[in-house]
């Protein structure tokens, strides 16, 4: 089975790097005998990437790439990247070469053997700043709780078959969580390890604040657990009320004076974190449930170039 690989390739401000993957990748796949068409999706940069995509699709012609109206964000470049792949299987793989392009063969020797989901799995990550590991260190630690996937070293790394592409992308969903639902939507999977390497040229894309907007949007994608945590805490605080009520009754019936000021004011408090706490949490699903019912699409697409 020889089937045409799609590598789908996220680029936000990468004029530096375009160039240089786009001949990595080629030279690698034609090494290893496999037919393949590059995807450049450009998630509408602010520099010279999509110039460099079309040059660099005038000169190879297994380079096409996608033009976004405005920055939507990687999640929605990889849907685009997905929606108009023509391979039998698509490798989406980030355009820094943080990911070694490498493994894009050991995924596809995987998928001839009839694996339909092949991750890859960081065994490292690379460097990263100390605040900026924490962040994303506890982001896992959540969301792999919250959703029941293990999270810790997934990446966006990986290959899928032409039937799990399908039914992801048959999801009506539009805050999607790419990392996750691949796993999510099952098949037959295998793992590849990688280490993560340095960034060639370019930064990183993801300041703290985007990191933290991502983790919570990812999470409420994936659980209600928030919610139910709510409904808890509520419960919790009206078992205290109900004690303590019982506890200054049987005081006031045994004829103390109960002094109750202080126990008021903390009482009030309590409630009134809780239930905004409580709000604040509805509040951002019901957000959420706003931001799907719009149905506005994941992308817009200005501009495409090459065979696409
Ligand atoms: N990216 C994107 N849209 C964005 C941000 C990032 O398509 O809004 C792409 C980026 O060009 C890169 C990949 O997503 O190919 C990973 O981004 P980055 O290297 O900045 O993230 P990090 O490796 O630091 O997690
Ligand atoms: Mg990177």
């Known amino acids: 089975m020889q089937g045409l690989l799609s590598v789908i390739i996220p680029s936000y401000n990468e004029e530096a790097m375009i160039e240089k993957t786009a001949s990595v990748i080629s030279s690698i796949l034609q090494e290893a005998d496999i037919p393949n068409e590059l995807l450049f999706v450009d998630d509408g940069s602010k520099d010279g990437t999509w110039e460099k995509i079309t040059a660099a699709a005038g000169e190879r012609?297994?380079?096409?790439?996608i033009h976004f109206s405005r920055n939507f964000g990687k999640e929605s470049a990889i849907a685009a990247g997905l929606s108009r792949s023509k391979g039998e299987c698509c490798v989406v793989i980030d355009c820094d070469l943080q990911h070694p392009p490498e493994k894009i063969v050991e995924m596809?020797?995987?998928?001839?053997?009839g694996f339909e989901v092949i991750e890859g799995q960081k065994s490292s990550r690379g460097q990263e700043s100390g605040l900026h590991a924490f962040a994303a260190n506890s982001f896992y630690a959540l969301i792999g709780k919250a959703s029941g996937i293990d999270m810790a070293n997934a990446s966006d790394f990986k290959l899928?078959?032409?039937k799990a592409v399908d039914a992801l992308l048959g999801m009506p969903e539009r805050g999607a969580f790419?990392?996750?639902?691949?796993?999510?939507?099952?098949?037959?999977?295998?793992?590849?390890?990688?280490?993560?390497?340095?960034?060639?040229a370019g930064e990183s894309k993801w300041s703290t604040k985007s990191l933290i907007r991502y983790a919570l949007n990812n999470i409420s994608a994936f659980s209600n657990a928030?919610?139910?945590?709510?409904?808890?805490?509520?419960?919790?605080l009206l078992a205290v009320c109900g004690v303590w009520g019982i506890v200054s009754?049987?005081?006031l019936i045994a004829g103390y004076a109960v002094g109750m000021g202080t126990g008021l004011a903390l009482l009030m408090l309590l409630i009134g974190g809780g239930c905004m706490l409580g709000i604040g949490i509805l509040g951002f699903y019901v957000g959420r449930i706003y931001d799907?019912?719009?149905?506005?699409?994941?992308?817009?697409?200005?501009?495409?170039?090459g065979d696409l």
Not at 61 to 65: F, I, L, R
Not at 231 to 236: D, N, P, S, W
């Open 292 to 305: 799907e019912i719009k149905a506005r699409p994941r992308f817009i697409i200005a501009e495409t170039c």
């Open 249 to 251: 009754l049987i005081r």
């Open 226 to 236: 928030p919610m139910q945590f709510v409904t808890v805490l509520g419960v919790l």
């Open 178 to 200: 790419f990392r996750a639902l691949s796993s999510w939507v099952g098949f037959r999977t295998a793992t590849v390890y990688f280490d993560v390497r340095e960034r060639e």
């Open 160 to 162: 899928l078959d032409r």
């Open 108 to 113: 596809y020797r995987l998928w001839q053997q």
């Open 61 to 65: 012609h297994n380079v096409c790439g």
